[in-house]
């Protein structure tokens, strides 16, 4: 049984929009682009819906080609020397509903890029109220958090130099709590992501992620 969404040539196409960056290569091949790496991701997002709701009713696969789940493909240019138009990944994120439209809300995250595929879950760069409450929680329910960690999810993010100011420096979660992020990262290959077991793959480590994912949406006073 084939792999209904990602096969090589969704990676070929990535690669070779990697070595021809240009608007004027990417308008003549705009229609492989749509069937063959904007279409398959968009089925793919359809077809995650049902699992998803499995591991949480709350999260949302939203299939839309704009404004769903999937990330756009054009860079954003105004604030960077790479002046290069376009992505040379895809990449989808099933946010919380209640915050469906807002990058840094929790959610499950899929990343393509030929090389570089992973899945990550949890949240991402918070605004500051956000991220004190994810501290405020770590402090409250230390066993809930010291759990997620004893089950082997690995929870990185850009760290602080020092504890918080409010936040006890002796603390034994002061590793933790210095996180301005809450992530996890499980690296994929194009063989697994191309296999016909693909979307039972990414739902197991979604699920495995519902720990965190969990935790965070606690924190922010969402409903699981």
């Known amino acids: 049984m084939a792999n209904p969404w990602f096969t090589p040539a969704f990676f070929r196409f990535l690669s070779e929009l990697r070595e021809n960056n240009s608007r004027e290569w990417f308008q003549d091949n705009r229609s492989r682009y749509e ?3 904007r279409d398959p991701l968009l089925a793919f997002i359809h077809a995650f819906g049902g699992p998803l709701h499995g591991v949480s009713p709350n999260f ?7 404004g769903g789940s999937m990330f756009r493909i054009f860079r954003d240019t105004r604030f960077s020397r790479d002046k290069s138009p376009y992505k040379t ?10 915050c469906s439209r807002d990058v840094h809300a929790p959610g499950f995250y ?7 595929c992973f899945a990550s879950a949890g949240l991402w760069r918070p ?11 770590i402090v409250s329910h230390p066993r809930e958090w010291k759990a997620i960690r004893a089950a082997g999810l690995e929870v990185l993010g850009e760290s602080l130099v020092r504890v918080p100011q409010g936040f006890d420096p002796a603390s034994p979660l002061a590793e933790d709590l210095k ?3 809450f ?6 290959t194009q063989k697994q992501v191309c296999a016909p077991d693909f979307l039972e793959v990414f739902t197991e480590i979604c699920r495995r992620n519902a ?10 006073d969402l409903p699981w």
């Open 60 to 66: 949302l696969a939203d299939p839309r080609p704009s």
């Open 211 to 220: 720990p965190l994912q969990k935790f965070l949406t606690r924190a922010l």
């Open 179 to 181: 996180l301005k992020d």
């Open 183 to 188: 992530y996890t990262h499980q690296p994929l």
């Open 127 to 137: 605004d500051g109220p956000a991220l004190k409450r994810v501290r405020d929680r």
């Open 89 to 98: 990944n895809v990449g989808a994120q099933f946010r919380h509903g209640a």
């Open 110 to 116: 899929l990343h393509l890029e030929p090389g570089g």
């Open 35 to 37: 069937e063959e790496v």
